[in-house]
């Protein structure tokens, strides 16, 4: 895992460690995979370093797989933002959150 700067950040990479606000919200969990919007809202919320996972291998899943997979990951991310956001650029990264999630679930062979 890196650390890195957020201007150095791309969409893409992985983000290694619950990125937490001052607040103590949470912006955005582990394996969330980051886009350029989510990487805009960040800024915005004033993230200077992220830590960032080393690149894995990548499996391809069907559409439906990753759907089943969201489904049953939902929970999950809903505890982890305190339920479903509200603001737009929050639910970009709720749902990015809850796509890596699903990958990782699907990654551990936990779907049937």
Do not use: W
């Not at 650029?89 to 890596?100: N, Q």
């Amino acid at each position: 895992m890196k650390l890195l700067n957020i201007n150095k950040i791309t969409a893409g990479m992985v983000i290694g460690k619950d990125l937490i606000s001052q607040s103590g919200q949470c912006l955005a969990p582990k394996g969330t995979i980051l886009t350029d919007l989510m990487i805009k809202s960040l800024k915005r919320h004033n993230a200077t370093e992220i830590h960032i996972e080393e690149v894995q291998e990548k499996k391809d899943y069907t559409d439906e797989e990753i759907k089943n997979a969201e489904k049953a990951c939902i929970k999950k991310v809903e505890e982890r933002f305190r339920g479903k956001p509200e603001d737009p650029m929050m639910k970009i990264i709720f749902r990015g959150a809850l796509k890596a999630e699903a990958l990782e679930y699907l990654k551990c062979n936990k779907v049937n």
